[in-house]
């Protein structure tokens, strides 16, 4: 009952924070379902090694048997001699000395062999991790940092969204701030980019969300500045604070304080807003556990999604389709299909703890995340079981798929970031804790995977923002 008691307070407070902002109040192995997820390739490597196991214990059992017979052989000449003392005991004494000496050469055959075919066994399935590395970090937000996103246009942009009330848009190169948007009136819990324009799309605890425009130029001496600050992982918390400020004085960025749309209605915190495909509508996720489905030209509500029993925690539109993921605390979430005219819904049940993210892989897969410390990604054609499991140690938060690889990013309560396969195979790990990574909860992750400096990024409770580079294989 304390834990439990624990785990509501926890949730509590994080619901608080979404809506009204911090500074307002004060994972490992994997599994799959069914019966083996092993690549044909592996079982066949896997049957090789242990026949070459069982002919090495044969050869050693044959030896083993002349061994006793020669020992055998010793004992039958001991009873039918009558030499001396002295002969009977040197003989017995090597018999004693050949049956110590096989049965050494024996165990040491026996240790050698098991090892190196073990060590065969592990490094056929020990696939190394990608490389991954911190490239970048973001700094300037003054609480945690709820979500963070890139955008689909040429030109390299990193947005993320701040429980200080504020989005800020970067640049990837330089991690300089191009410019911060200051029109919402609480916490931003989300942050998207449309997948055309240069528009942005803002979800806050303020119950609206915002469509505002995203025209930033990088100043020609934002590399300088950076080459000043290259001493500042040397520096301790305040100082490191107070060389921020300076050099946001320095280079004050651009700061948009109304929007270009506000869109309203809901009667409750919004969790999060997305783009529907093509940029002309948008879908938002509520405490009030409705989605609504907004004209992004006239602002006006087009369709209103409910069912949830309990407040959605997110929101993700399929970026070709007319197709809908919506998350909730109930422990499900939903696929709705505005395909149909009648518009067809699904409804997923495989986790026993609110779901924190869902979000499409490829065309026809999506992959959901839970407080219940498991992952699952699951094939639209059969939605009744999920094709695999990805199960860690700690609750996890909004994860992201790379586009072309699938590769699954899965941020954690406890600070770590891992990184899985579609299948539910472990393919690397990042820093953690000291001088890379998060101290404390990543909220976030997402993918850039045509970037040159960083193809991944994550957000925290620590008010950090990263970017990494990861070394992903080639898809077989």
């Known amino acids: 009952m304390p834990t439990d008691v624990a785990k509501a307070t926890k949730r509590h407070k994080e619901m608080n924070r979404r809506g009204r902002g911090f500074t307002d109040f004060g994972v490992d192995l994997s599994a799959s379902d069914g019966d083996s997820s092993l690549p044909l390739p592996l079982k066949g490597k896997l049957h ?3 026949g070459q196991i069982e002919k090495e214990f044969e050869l050693l059992y044959c030896e083993n048997v002349r061994l006793h017979e020669e020992i055998e ?20 004494d090597g018999a004693k000395s050949l049956i110590k000496k096989s049965g050494s050469q024996i165990s040491q055959k026996i ?49 993320t969204a701040c429980a200080d009330h504020t989005a ?16 919402h009136k609480g916490s931003v819990n989300s942050i998207r980019f449309h997948p055309t324009q240069d528009l942005v799309l803002t979800a806050s605890g303020d119950q609206t969300a915002h469509i505002w425009r995203a025209q930033v130029n990088v100043p020609p001496h934002v590399e300088n500045l950076r080459s000043h600050s290259s001493g500042e992982d040397d520096l301790d918390g305040s100082e490191k604070e ?9 280079h004050e960025p651009n700061i948009l304080r109304t929007p270009l749309l506000e869109l309203t209605g809901h009667q409750g915190v919004i969790n999060a807003a997305d783009w529907m495909a093509g940029g002309n509508q948008v879908i938002t996720a509520s405490w009030d556990r409705a989605a609504h489905l907004y004209d992004a030209d006239s602002g006006e509500i ?14 993700c539109a399929h970026p070709v389709q007319k197709l809908v993921v919506t998350s909730s605390k109930d422990t499900t979430f939903r696929l709705w299909d505005f395909r149909n005219p009648s518009m ?14 869902a979000v499409f892989a490829g065309p026809d897969k999506v992959v959901s995340g839970s407080d219940d410390r498991t992952v699952k990604v699951w094939d639209l054609k059969n939605m009744r079981s999920p094709i695999a499991t990805i199960r860690t140690d700690s609750a996890i938060n909004r994860l992201s798929v790379s ?21 539910g195979v472990r393919v690397g790990r990042m820093p953690k804790g000291g001088r890379q990574g998060h101290t404390r909860m990543v909220c976030a992750t997402t993918w850039a995977e045509d970037h040159t400096t960083c193809n991944m990024f994550s957000c925290g409770f620590d008010r950090k923002v990263l970017g990494w580079m990861i070394h992903l294989n080639p898809k077989e």
């Not at 052989?73 to 017995?92: F, I, M």
């Not at 067809?344 to 993210?357: I, K, M």
Request: hydrophobic share 30%.
């Open 48 to 50: 090789d090694l242990f």
């Open 73 to 92: 052989v010793l004992n039958e000449r001991l009873g039918n001699t009558s030499g001396d003392k002295a002969e009977e005991k040197d003989t017995v």
């Open 111 to 159: 240790k050698l062999t098991y090892k190196t075919s073990t060590s065969k066994i592990v490094s056929s399935f020990k696939t190394a991790p990608p490389a991954s590395h911190l490239t970048r970090e973001f700094r300037g937000h003054r609480d945690g940092v709820w979500e963070v996103a890139v955008s689909k246009t040429s030109q390299p942009i990193l947005g």
């Open 168 to 183: 800020r848009l970067w640049c990837i190169e330089s991690s300089s701030c191009l410019g911060s948007y200051i029109g």
């Open 242 to 250: 107070e060389c921020e400020a300076d050099r946001e004085q320095l």
């Open 302 to 315: 087009v369709n209103t999604l409910t069912g949830h029993d309990e407040e959605l925690t997110n929101v």
């Open 344 to 357: 067809q819904v699904n409804v997923f049940q495989g986790h026993t703890q609110q779901v924190t993210s």
């Open 403 to 423: 586009p072309n690889q699938h590769v699954i990013a899965i941020p954690h309560d406890n600070r770590h970031i891992r990184i899985f396969d579609i299948h």
